[in-house]
């Protein structure tokens, strides 16, 4: 494939993105800390 191909693709991803509201966390968001090496949640 070659980039002319894709580039349906990445408009396509980029117009979803860009709709996506960043203020939304969910519920475990204030209880990581985000200070950590490594964060898991299961």
């Known amino acids: ?12 991803y980029h117009r979803k993105v860009a709709k996506i509201d960043l203020r939304f966390k969910r519920y475990l968001y204030d209880q990581i800390n985000w200070k950590a090496r490594i964060i898991s949640i299961l």
């Open 1 to 12: 494939m070659n980039s002319m191909e894709l580039q349906p693709l990445f408009n396509n």
